[in-house]
């Protein structure tokens, strides 16, 4: 099956229930595991790419590369969207001419009416296209490649509007955050988002910051019209625990244990474990 926009398979998700996951991709490794074990879980997927790890993987048009090839070369057949995560407005229009199939432009640190305008502009030239768009208002907090969040809680109103631009998915800050959740977090702010599920007409809604957010917590938002729920940190933490054990114990001095391909696998493994766990909470296998 082609790579795909995320549309279809986010408003087949809304309307029927459950939730896709965006994966961030962030070398070959990553791209393997995700891509075998959504197939192996015939579960949908958003691999989400933002402009540094774009950067750190040899640029746009490398990373379509690199993802076309390993796709074909499993055969997988469910639905697979590449999706641009927190893009810029230049990098937005890099990622499209690269060949994204799907774009998040995250306007949320301009000025509201700034925000409304080149969203606008981004939904226009990536329709064109065929190509998903996401819109952001309310920041995200925490950073996510440099890019830096309060996590302010959105306005209904200016929800209404930035979803009135045609946007296929839509993320409202409601007090998640990106990378893992300090003790001291108050939770996800529900009545924002239902406010918001009801001003912007059905558009799938999407939850940054899926690392660490408790499990009834999820499945609650994913009953209020989260569609797509952003996971990163904690395959980064899986990949980097699984490595680390396996150089203390020595195994890299082991034989041939120094090869990449053997140092990276329990990383490798751990990453695809991360996967199937989030794949069945979020509701997707088996719905591709």
């Known amino acids: 099956m082609a790579l795909v926009s995320a549309r279809d398979m986010l408003l087949k998700a809304n309307k029927d229930g459950y ?71 230049d990098g937005a229009q890099k990622a499209l001419a690269a060949g994204f199939t799907s774009i998040m432009f995250d306007g949320s640190h301009y000025p509201f009416a700034e925000n409304l305008e080149k969203t606008k502009e981004v939904v226009a030239m990536c329709h064109a296209k065929g190509v998903s768009v996401e819109a952001e208002v309310g920041s995200i907090g925490g950073e996510e490649d440099g890019v830096i969040g309060g996590g302010e809680i959105a306005d209904p109103e200016e929800c209404r509007q930035l979803a009135a631009t045609g946007v ?26 239902e406010e918001v599920q009801n001003v912007t007409g059905g558009v799938p809604l999407v939850l940054h910051g899926g690392s660490g957010i408790p499990d009834e917590m999820v499945k609650k938002a994913i009953s209020l019209g989260v569609s797509k729920i952003n996971v990163n940190t904690e395959c980064q933490i899986a990949f980097a625990k699984a490595t680390r054990e396996y150089i203390e114990k020595g195994l890299d001095q082991q034989g041939k244990g120094f ?30």
């Open 259 to 288: 090869d990449p391909r053997k140092l990276l696998k329990p990383g490798y493994d751990a990453i695809k474990e991360v996967i199937r766990t989030k794949l069945t909470l979020f509701g997707s296998v088996n719905q591709a």
């Open 168 to 193: 296929d998915m839509f993320a409202a800050g409601i007090g998640n955050i990106h990378g893992m959740y300090p003790p001291s977090w108050k939770g996800l702010n529900f009545d924002v988002l």
């Open 19 to 89: 939730g896709i996951a965006q994966i961030n991709i962030n070398n070959l490794e990553w791209i393997k595991a995700t891509l075998e074990e959504v197939q192996a879980l015939q579960s949908p997927v958003i691999l989400g790419v933002s402009e540094g790890a774009a950067k750190y993987m040899g640029g746009y048009r490398n990373v379509m590369g690199m993802v076309r090839e390993v796709h074909d070369f499993l055969g997988v057949t469910v639905p697979v969207a590449v999706h641009l995560d927190h893009g810029s407005f």
